[in-house]
């Protein structure tokens, strides 16, 4: 058999009052002077962290675009970034969901061709919408 735990009863709200005043009385509080030494040395610890963190967000960013051959595309008419699209394309993980949604301007045009893009050269939006488009009809027809 086991032993039958003690029965707990609860402390009064005014005695538990009491008591957190009492151990607040007891605390060792910082001065004035420690308190903005302390805040000084959090905020610059956390510029310091905040920096190294960027630092190696844009090496690594850096990196990436050296390697995979991919550069800061923005469209003028949206001012998103492209960067996810070229990746995704680069990578093979396929299209974005919204990529089924074409501007007016893609839908009066739907055989043009993209023209080429040299290795290291900035693609425009266009091109990769016309990458993306190239991957959902299948594959072209032979040149001539």
Known sequence: ???AEPTRTRTPLPQ???EVRAELRRVNWPSRKQI????VIVLALTFVLTSFVWGVD?????IVINTLGVNDVTDETTTETTDVDELLALA???APADDAVMDDASESTPESEPE???PGARASPASAQHRRRARSEGPRP???
């Open 1 to 3: 058999m086991s032993e």
């Open 116 to 118: 080429p893009v040299r």
């Open 16 to 18: 538990f009052l009491r």
């Open 142 to 144: 032979p040149a001539r």
């Open 36 to 39: 903005v030494s302390y805040t």
């Open 58 to 62: 844009e090496g690594i960013r850096r």
């Open 92 to 94: 093979g993980a396929g």
